[in-house]
């Protein structure tokens, strides 16, 4: 008796991401969920939007009443150098996150590119030639009207906060403390305020609800030492991450100048998506 033996298929081939491109197009973005393109079609003309709300189940089936974000590139980190990294995407990549370690390490601000003080991360900002702008330290619970006036205005917001395995914002008392740049906002149909953020350990761009990012940043109580580093030396200021230098309750707000003249970047308000459901 003969049979007839269907042979397996071959695996799909792997998608090496590490070789597309950081800058649009995006097209990487919707390989392997092709159901994304069908949800978020108001974000249809911002890809990378279009699929991190769908990831976040944010405005799929209704557009919010308004969404606004700065289009910056996205910048991967290497050890754990994330609030440079925020630092070099606002700035377009110039300087890079490692030169702005070596200036930080220099200062005495860090070992191992960790920055566990919000002011010290701060000065190192407003030391950048390419920067050109007005930045201050706020103080206190950013679920509040003057962090959503200041985003809604155009300003970016760096924020330490505790990172959960999907990188959105979680409650672990600072033991998780990561830091993003929020580049943006979105109001849905239910007037709930989100903020749009990159971060530097994922290409997609985060949509979190401001309130549950400003519990994540007010819970940064203690510094737990990262399994990866556990014979490092990391620099606390006094006081620790909840004292007076350090990181909880506290955010960087920044306005960059409308003619700003930061290298290779030209003004980041030409480069936005806003969408205006009422417009």
């Known amino acids: 008796m003969s049979h007839n033996i269907i042979p397996i298929p071959p695996p ?7 070789t597309l491109p950081s800058t649009p197009p995006y097209a990487y973005l919707t390989v392997g969920v092709p159901s994304a393109v069908q949800e978020c079609r108001w ?22 009443k308004k969404c606004v974000y700065h289009q910056l590139a996205p910048i991967l980190q290497q050890g754990p150098t994330c609030g440079f990294v925020t630092i070099s995407m606002l700035l377009r990549g110039n300087p890079s996150a490692d030169t702005l370690f070596r200036q930080a390490k220099a200062r005495g601000f860090t070992a191992m590119g960790e920055m566990f003080s919000a002011g010290n991360l701060m000065e190192v900002l407003k030391s950048q030639q390419e ?3 007005q930045c201050y330290l706020f103080e206190g619970d950013l679920n ?9 205005s155009g300003a970016c917001l760096i924020v330490p906060y505790d990172s959960d395995v ?31 953020a990159r971060q530097g350990k994922s290409r997609h761009l985060g949509i979190w609800s401001l309130s549950k990012l400003a519990a994540s940043n007010a819970n ?8 990866n580093y556990a014979d490092a030396d990391f620099i606390l200021s006094e006081g620790g991450i909840a004292g007076p230098r350090g990181l909880c309750r506290r955010t960087i707000v920044i306005h960059l100048d409308v003619n700003g003249n930061t290298t290779n970047s030209g003004d980041i308000h030409g480069t936005q998506f806003c969408f205006n459901s009422s417009s």
């Open 131 to 133: 920067f050109s702008g």
């Open 12 to 18: 799909a081939p792997i998608v090496n991401t590490s």
């Open 43 to 64: 974000a249809a003309d911002s890809p990378e939007l279009q699929i991190s709300c769908f990831f976040s189940c944010v405005s799929e089936r209704k557009p919010p």
């Open 166 to 196: 999907n990188h959105a914002p979680c409650l672990k008392s600072g033991h998780k403390a990561h830091w993003a740049l929020i580049v943006g906002y979105l109001i849905d149909d239910n007037d709930q305020f989100f903020v749009i």
């Open 220 to 227: 940064l109580k203690e510094f737990s030492q990262p399994k």
């Open 144 to 152: 509040c009207d003057e962090i959503r006036r200041e985003i809604m």
